[in-house]
């Protein structure tokens, strides 16, 4: 019995006097976006390249010169017909896509836009509209 407390206390004492020492975790960053070693980025850039299953382009194609001038002219007409309702006047304009009436009710501009490839039909109230020949008179 005197043997195991021996023992008991000889482990005991070899645990506790061994030198334990412990610093603090540091983190250092390895991509340099995030301030790591710049000589990290090609390797980083290889990997996430070997990585990528994404086989493809984004799908998009440019407009040709002629769908651009189709838009920019259906952009003027929109815009004229806004500016022609906020002045009291009204309008109409159709499009591939879209039919769009605005009428002025005393001040009161709605437009009303209807979706010609679904039939959904929006409305929009813009108050606050003055009539110019009401303005000062």
Not at 53 to 56: A, C, E, L, R, S
């Given at each position: 019995m005197h043997y195991k407390q021996l023992s008991w206390?000889?482990?005991t004492l070899a645990i506790f006097s061994?030198?334990?020492?412990a610093t603090q975790l540091i983190y250092t960053p390895v991509n340099p976006n995030f301030g790591g070693s710049y000589l990290n980025g090609s390797y980083?850039?290889?990997?996430?390249?070997a990585q990528n299953?994404?086989?493809?382009g984004s799908g998009y194609t440019?407009?040709?010169a002629l769908e651009r001038m189709a838009s920019s002219l259906e952009s003027?007409?929109?815009?004229?017909?806004?500016?022609d309702a906020a002045n009291?006047?009204?309008g109409y304009l159709k499009t591939t896509d879209f039919e769009i009436q605005v009428v002025n009710e005393d001040g009161m501009l709605l437009v009303h836009i209807t979706d010609l490839v679904t039939?959904?039909?929006t409305v929009i109230e813009v108050g606050g509209l003055v009539d110019s020949g009401a303005v000062g008179g």
């Open positions: 206390s000889a482990a061994l030198d334990l020492a980083l850039l290889a990997n996430a390249s299953d994404h086989k493809g440019p407009p040709t003027r007409l929109m815009s004229q017909l806004f500016n009291g006047g009204e039939g959904e039909t």
